[in-house]
């Protein structure tokens, strides 16, 4: 199949052309940049060396869906919108990855992103593409929203014991830590190595925008309302997401119930593996441990005194939280293995 | 004055050392270690080279009593209760690092840290040697136990809040992210660079021992009990501590209440800074910015949509956390002046 | 095939079973470890998580000359010689990555590894297991000597300008900046990361034993005697060498001879990159962008000025350092594709 | 005294600020930044937050020179050049950070600046600002030319084993590890944290501007000509420059030689720090150490074998490479306690 990146500079467009580029079943057509046009691709992906001639191209979109079966969209929010409702109509798959079709309320723009959404009648016919509470419809989809990375995190860790209903469902914390590649590869004073290197920094405490995909999509599950308390911390990585969630029992809750809840849930996903271990230094999740990989590792631990359940996942953001997942709904929508392309693993020490 | 340093080989007794080298009323006049002993300060410290001869010395209480007018005692928790036991009696004023005289209640070591408490009789003599909050009782304390380095981090970013009784009791998360000198001068694998360079890595999601501390110290406050919700992570810097704490108000809270709260509670406090900034990159507080002193910056933001209110504070976990307050306690009991041998800045960048 | 690994705890045995485990012609039947015994892989090992069953077993060497076809052994150096000696003669293939068989010349190793080698006649059998410079020999090998992590990237630089005798044999300097995995898995004071974290530490500046490796391989290209001044220094990174050797011409030299001189030697390589790159933030080898791969990537450059040329190289420590580089040997001796199991490409950023 | 800092807002402008403010005998009456203009000091250089008020101004030269009876200049190369010869006749005294009146021959501009120099009659007046090698012309000097940070560190760890005459001065190699701070304030992409976090890049092996300063100096030395062989690579800190230089010797040199030698030429140098132990982790200078301070520490080893003397040196570029050694210069230009201001030690762990 014949595959196209639209935003293939960023960093979610390099990943996907290093995932793409070894995928068996896909030729990689068109690596769209409106800066780079012209460049080579492995100027601004170094580990793509010797692996490709592809170079950027500029947009054309007659271009684009002739030379494209599928394209991914790796365009800044508000960007992808436009640009998706000119191709919509031509029948081509699109896997958007900004945020501009992930919310199903088109009220939720304005009051989040600050922008009244232009294709309001396209947010019905978009998928939310979190493979594991949307499978089903992603098969059949035309136009997939792929989640934001933060929300990937968050939604993969707390869904489980959401839809259980043994937590209260407006004290929900959810402390985001998340490495510099979240920010994306624009260099700015806050990413400048200087700056970011050792810091923890609460860049966004309160109001992350990510809060209302993960409200929508918690709440879908019990068909009710939840409120999530989200905090964002800038850490001296560059890869990853730990969110720490912090929720409060209803009811009594065992670690047996737990175990049984997430691996219910989990059971037949082979990207989510349930990281709870009594020795040893890695007993929980962690993103350096899934750097480079597909992988949502999840971990919980109860609090008993206060009746407290903590979950705990950790991604990396530029894989299960955006590139790696957009591949995996390609193999899903497409019939392909669903974990192709996205075996490896990752590495240690790293 | 004379002053000796117990348990001086490891980081807070490194710092100690470096403090009090530099502090013009002070002399030290005995580093003990079990371990070193014999070997050169600075082999250890080696941002001491050229500033003193001091060799690490066995420990020998006769010696201690007669060379010292002030001992510190950063030993490991467990020791210092039965070192004290047998020290206090001699008159020398005492300041200990660890946790054998934090807690007031008997009961709660046990609980919280495995073993009965040996003199129990002590702990209502020690006082809790935060300044911000037991100044007065500092002054005429013969024993003061310096608060855990979380402890000071949560509680210094809490007890306004608290004391304004505008949040729910039982519904405050303590999100600790804390950097691997929090860890000790002891090798492991957890802290093995290999393992632990672009961690963030969940240690202890439930149980930690400082909660014991923070829940007695804020709960003095307003005479009541509370109930702290503390995970802490290890992230990969090597000072600080940035505490992230999530809490719900009972009543309206707007922002200008939280300035005239904060700048209430703490307007003649040397070393709170209050940060929450509306431009720049450095809105909130952040350990990078505190690293090498006594700072404990202050930030807060509310996230009116849920009733949340986020306190977050900012120490170097060796200073504010250990033996920045240790000196600035010593300074109170001796009449000096509070700032004295604290008044270095940090640096930028770094 | 059934291959075992000794010593397989280590950070070089754990990186043997992350590539085995995904190489198709190969099955691992022994992962023994002295000190793990009993313990799941994946504990040590949490990137292998969901991937094996695994458990390190206790050495038994009847059992490992029954179980396997193949030994890897990833054991101290002196270790390795003893158990060798023991198990050659049952004829299974060994591919030892210590340093016992390295040294052709006994003599070498009383003076650069302080012990007098116990097996000398096997010193003759072995081969220096750097395909692209005994890839014929290695075809048929029964012992194969892996090259210590620098001598690999010391040589690979170097090989094709001094095969060309252009430069002066006697001031050769190698710099060398290594990562924290180089010094293995076992917790010391120097790797603690409050002491590695930010460090520059010039940890050898004189008499790093890969020295002799490095003469002996660069002097048979030649078949002369050659100098190598060698300087090691620990660096802020995990994974990753980067060798900067500067050496001094006796003729006029010119970037296109030097293009000519590596393109030639290099040519049918696949695990080589030449890395010149004129624009870009890429422009030399970088250990950032090989790590987890096999590559050694390799640049040069030319100072007209003082008739010097610097030649660069990055690779993985444990993979064209150790286990890449093992593995490769294993493909290549038992007539599989040379790539098979090393296919997989760097991550950008990380 | 009153000073002022002209571009202020850059790393080198904020610690001579962050220097200065706590400068017993100096008030700063002047930050000036064409940039940051109306800014809080503050805003850019969070560590002063709450030490001062002063507000970044527009440049304005009659201001200066009413305002300032001495000036540092850190501007970019090619502005203090037009900018020092409009005010030098206003007898103000100026201490220059940029490269512009560090080369003695004005024909070095073109070649190593790519610019013809426009005030080449004040290269002569200029005093090269190195206390260790120019200390009495700095007292009566009018405008001193601060060392560029690599010379500083390339230039102390040589200068006494290049006046003993014991080694070839056309093989001397010149190794440079350096943080990102010495890049300065301004994001670019190289260094983005994504892309400098975990790099070791040589990005500049050969052409090295410094290459020019530091031949001048030391060939002063000896009143010959010298030459230097430079490679600068980029590491994964902030602060900090490590040198190592690779020099051979011309006859015998034992390592009791070096310390006379050392000795002999710091004996009175209050920031110079001879580093060689025989034990523990800190045997060699490491700019981990320094970070903060204007210390620079210098250590040797001699590798008999070829000939080769290793020569180290560790200096935080921000201060012995820059805005120390400028505060350095000011204390003997004025007659003040050469320390003053600069007596903070470094912290350890950090």
Redesign the interface.
């Known amino acids: 199949m014949n595959v196209g990146i639209y935003g293939a500079s960023g960093?979610v467009g390099?990943e996907l052309l290093?995932l793409l580029l070894?995928h068996p079943q896909v030729t990689v057509t068109a690596a769209i940049s409106v800066t780079y046009a012209g460049e080579y691709v492995h100027?601004?992906?170094?580990?793509?060396?010797?692996?490709t001639d592809i170079i950027f191209e500029k947009p054309n979109i007659g271009n684009i869906t002739e030379k494209c079966d599928l394209l991914f969209t790796a365009t800044p929010h508000g960007v992808s919108s436009t640009l998706i409702s000119q191709i919509y109509e031509t029948g081509i798959k699109i896997i958007d990855l900004s945020a501009d079709f992930r919310l199903k309320n088109s009220d939720d723009y304005p009051s989040w992103y600050g922008w009244a959404h232009k294709s309001p009648e396209l947010l019905q016919k978009a998928v939310y593409g979190l493979p594991e509470l949307h499978r089903q419809e992603i098969r059949n989809a035309d136009l997939i929203a792929c989640p934001g990375c933060m929300a990937a995190g968050a939604i993969l860790a707390l869904a489980p014991i959401v839809r259980s209903g043994k937590i209260e469902k407006?004290?929900i914390?959810v402390?985001v830590?998340v490495?510099?590649?979240g920010a994306g590869?624009k260099?700015?004073?806050?990413?400048?190595?200087?700056?970011?290197?050792?810091?923890?920094?609460?860049?966004k405490?309160?109001?992350h925008r990510h809060t209302a995909e993960i409200e929508q999509e918690l709440g879908l599950l019990i068909d009710d309302e939840i409120?999530?308390?989200m905090?964002a911390?800038a850490?001296?990585?560059?890869?990853?997401i730990?969110t720490?969630c912090?929720t409060?029992t209803t009811d009594v809750v065992k670690i047996s119930d737990l175990w049984r809840l997430y691996r219910g849930f989990y059971k037949d996903e082979p990207f989510i593996?349930l990281?709870r271990?009594r020795?040893?230094?890695?007993?929980?999740?962690?993103?350096?441990?899934v750097?480079?990989?597909n992988y949502c590792?999840v971990?919980f631990?109860?609090?008993d005194?206060?009746k407290?359940v903590?979950l705990?996942s950790?991604i990396d953001n530029l894989m299960k939280g955006a590139a790696g997942t957009a591949v995996q709904d390609m193999n899903i929508l497409m019939g392909y293995d669903e974990q192709e392309g996205l075996?490896?693993?990752?590495?240690?020490?790293?």
């Open positions: 960093y390099g290093r070894q100027r601004l992906n170094p580990n793509l060396r010797g692996q407006d004290r914390i402390d830590k490495g510099s590649s590869a260099p700015s004073r806050s990413s400048h190595h200087s700056e970011h290197y050792s810091t923890v920094r609460p860049y405490p309160v109001g409120s999530i308390s905090s911390h850490v001296n990585i560059v890869r990853g730990l720490t912090h409060f593996r990281v271990d020795k040893g230094i890695f007993r929980y999740p962690d993103p350096k441990v750097a480079g990989t590792d971990g631990e109860i609090d005194r206060v407290r903590v705990l950790a075996r490896s693993l990752g590495l240690h020490p790293v």
